[in-house]
C-alpha cells in the first residue's frame, strides 16, 4: 500500500465515526468552460478540494464543504478577509471565524485536522476546561502555525493550536500556514525553521513546545495558569 | 497512524501506571503495560521523540532502514492498535499521596500508582550569543524539519557525534556544502556514517573549532570562531548531545547522577518505590532507541510486580 493510500484508508476509518454535523467553507477561485462546467483555476485548488472530498464523502455526510469561489462571492471573500485560495475555515454558529487553513491536512496533518473536525462537532477538548477557565485574561488572539507537511513536530503544535481555538469561545483564532506552499508568508515572519508560531504576530516560538507555553503566550507573561 | 477514540484521560481515576514521555522508550513501555492489562496512561510532549526528526534509522532489529518519521508512525499504528490513551501535555509536579501519586500539569491533574519516568532528553544549546535571536531564522535543532529550507545553500553542523554526521548527511541532499564544526580532534561517528561522511564531496570537517557567536540579519549570515575568524554561511544547525529531562523525578526526590540522568537498577527501578525510569532520560551509557525500549519494557514489568505486590 502506498504511503498516499495509507493516508486515505486512515480518513476514511476515522472520519466515519463522526456522529455531528459539521460544516466549513473551502475558498477557491473558480472559471467557467464553454460548456457551462465550472472548473478551479487556481493552481492548488483542483487537489486540495478532492483531498477535502474524501473527507466528505467518508462522513456519513456529517461533513459538509461548501466550495465558495471567491470571484462568486464577494460579500463572503471580503467578510472573512480571505487574500488568497485554497483557503479552509472553521466557522462558528455566531459567524466567527475559529480555524484558518492555508495548508492542505494531508500527510501527518491529516491527524490533527481530524481532531479539530471532531472537537469542533463537540467532541470532549482536553484543553478546554482550562482555556474556558482563563478566557477573562485572554484578549482576542490568532494563533499562526507555519508548518511543512515533511515536518514529524507539526502535526502536534497544529493539534494544540486548534484545540485551543475552538475551546476559545470565538476570542482565540488559529491559522495554519504551510510555508513550502506559502514562501511570501514564511518570508515575511522570516521563518526558516519549523513549526514556528506566532501569537498575536509579536511572540514568536521556534520549534515544538508543550501547551502550556502557548497559554502563557495567550495569557501573557508568566502568570500563573488558574486551573 | 492515530486513532480519534482514545477519549478523554479521566482526573478521578486511580491508573496503575501514567508513562511519561512520548518517544520510543514511552510507547514500548505502553505496549506491554496494555499487554499487562494495565490501567494506563501515556501523557507526552513529542510523540515520537527525538527519533521522529531522524533522517534515517538503521539499527532497530527487523527494520533494515526507515525514516524515525516512519517508525514513529508505525510505533503510533501498534499503540493504537491496543486502544492505548495519549495526551499532548507536560507534568509539572508528582507527590506521594497515600497509596499513589498525583501528577499535576497546568491543564489536569492525573492520580497513578506507579510512574515510568521515559522522558527523554532535551537538545542541548550552544548558548552563545545569536543563537536565540535566531532560531527558527537559520539556527536549527532538526535537519529532517528544517533542511528543505536550505536548497543550494551553505551550512553548518555543529557537533562531533554519529547524529551530527548523520544530520550533515541528511542536509548534504539538500545543501550546496555542509560544514561539520566540531571542537574535538576527530569526529566520533559510527564508523559506517563516517565513512558516508568521508565519501561525500558536500561535507567537509572542520576540527578543533569552537564558535563563539551566530551573526545575521534577518537571518543568520555567519558565524565567529573562537579565533575570531568570520565563517560566512546560511544555516546552523546544532547537534551538541542533548540534556535529560529529569526536573519533575528530581523535586520528588529521585536521585540522579552527576549528568542528572536518573539512577536505575537492572529493573528500571528508581530509589523511590512505584517510580521507574528508562531511556535516555535514566543513566545508561549507551543511549539508543532500541535500548531504550528494552528499558522501557523492564520498567512496565516492574511497575506491574509493585502494583500486584500492593493489592
Redesign the interface.
Known sequence: MSSDD??KE?IKR?MV?LTKPVKLKAFTSQGVEADGRKIQTCMDCGQFMTLLRIYEENSNGMVTIEELSIDDNPEFTKRYDIQRVPTVLFIDDNGREIIRYLAAPQG?E??PF??AV?AFAG??N??E??IKNNLGRIEPSTIKVMI?N???????MV??ANLFAIAGEGKIRSVIVDI?ANLDIGQYY???????TIVNDQK?I???V???VI?RALIGGNIR?Q? | ?????Q???DPDKLYDVIILGGGPTALGSAIYAARFAMDLLVIG????GLI??THVVENYPGITSVS??EL??MFRDHINSLNIPY????I?SIEKEEDHFLLK????SFKARSVIFATGSERKKLNIPGEDDY????????A???G???NDKVLAVIGGSDSAAKEALFLAQHAKKVYIIYRGEEIRAEPINKKRVDNNEKIEIINNTNITEIKGE??VKAVIFENGHKFILD?VFIEIGSIPNSEVAKKIGVQVNEKNEIIINRKSETNIPGIYAAGDVADAPFKQAITGVAEGVIASYSAFDYIKSKK
Open positions: 495509507k493516508y486512515v476515522e465515526k501527518q491529516i491527524q481530524i481532531q471532531f467532541a470532549p482536553y484543553y476546561a482550562t511543512t515533511t515536518c514529524p513536530y507539526c502535526p502536534q493539534s494544540v513550502s522570516d521563518a526558516a525553521g519549523v513549526p514556528y514568536a521556534s520549534g515544538l508543550g501547551p502550556e497559554l495558569v486551573y | 497512524m492515530f486513532n480519534i477514540d477519549g478523554m484521560p510532549k513529542t510523540y515520537g521522529a526528526s524515525g518519521t514513529m508512525e495526551i499532548t501535555d507536560k509539572n500539569s497546568v491543564f489536569m532560531a527558527g531564522k537559520g539556527v536549527s535543532y532538526c529532517t524539519c528544517d528543505p529550507f536550505f534577518e537571518s544555516g
